[in-house]
């Protein structure tokens, strides 16, 4: 079972990012995913999930401006983010199941500044 991270960067307040997950090892489709972050100092968030059959959910710090997708056939998670803050900066991870067991990716930094 793995997972990687990929799109991260230094961006401007306002910019957009769009992030992935590569997914490998297990079945993608049945499992809830979820991109969490921590920053230094900060508590973990979890930023957003999507549930095997697509709902979604977003913490109301990000709602209006990040899009969850996934794309099963490719087993592929995405974050699309939108009108980045400076408090957005983060490590951005991966989960699988977070509340059950979960698999974690080795996380994508996202610096807005």
């Known amino acids: 079972v793995q997972l990687v991270e990929s799109g991260g960067g230094l961006v401007q307040p306002g910019d957009s990012l769009r992030l992935s997950c590569a997914a490998s090892g297990f079945t993608f489709s049945d499992y809830t995913m979820t991109w969490v972050r921590q920053a230094p100092g900060q508590e973990r968030e979890e930023v957003a999930s999507i549930d095997d059959d697509g709902t979604t959910s977003y913490a109301d710090s990000v709602k209006g401006r990040f899009t969850i997708s996934k794309d099963n056939a490719k087993k592929t998670l995405s974050l699309e983010m939108n009108s980045l803050k400076p408090e957005d900066t983060a490590m951005y991870y991966c989960?699988?199941?977070?509340?059950?067991?979960?698999?974690w990716g080795q996380g994508t930094q996202v610096t807005v500044s």
């Open positions: 989960v699988r199941s977070l509340a059950d067991l979960p698999i």
